[in-house]
Each structure stands twice: as C-alpha cells, then as structure tokens.
C-alpha cells in the first residue's frame, strides 16, 4: 500500500469509528497531527486498529490501561502533540 493510501485509509478509519467520543478523540490525536506521522507510524497505527477495539484504543489513549509495550513508541508520539 502506498504512504498517500494508507494515510488516506487511517484518515478514513478515525473519522468513522462509530461513536461520537472515540471520532472526537482521534480527531484530537489522528486527524489533527497527520503530517507529523511518517510512513511506519501509519503501519503502526494501522496495526493498531488492526489488533484493538475502539474502546482498547480510548483506554489506552485515555490512559484508563498501560499500553502494550510494542506499541508504546507510537502511542507516545500520538500523545504528545507538538
């Protein structure tokens, strides 16, 4: 998949999760922040998805749940916004 499709498909995915928190809150985290991202932190992020459930992903982004140590990486760069 080429970088501008997966951006394009990450960008898809957080802008319809489904429920209104968790479209407000990657808004805040993804949508906001996409040019910061490079092409690996998309395949994360993308494997993210991939592997959680939108609640998974609130709860760790709203630090209810440590995050997996595979992925703490990307998670720190989603949380600190620049």
């Known amino acids: 998949m080429s970088f501008n499709s997966l951006k394009k498909t990450i960008k898809y995915r ?25 092409e690996k932190d998309f395949e994360d992020i993308k494997s993210i998805f991939n592997q ?13 749940v440590a995050i997996p140590l595979e992925f703490k990486e990307i998670f720190n760069k989603i949380l600190n916004e620049e």
Do not use: A, M, P, W
């Not at 802008?15 to 490079?38: A, C, M, P, V, W």
């Not at 959680?52 to 209810?64: A, G, R, V």
């Open 14 to 38: 957080v802008s319809y999760s489904g429920t209104k928190e968790t479209d407000i809150l990657y808004k805040r985290y993804f949508i906001n922040q996409l040019d910061k991202f490079t």
């Open 52 to 64: 959680f459930s939108d609640n998974e992903i609130y709860d760790f982004l709203t630090s209810k």
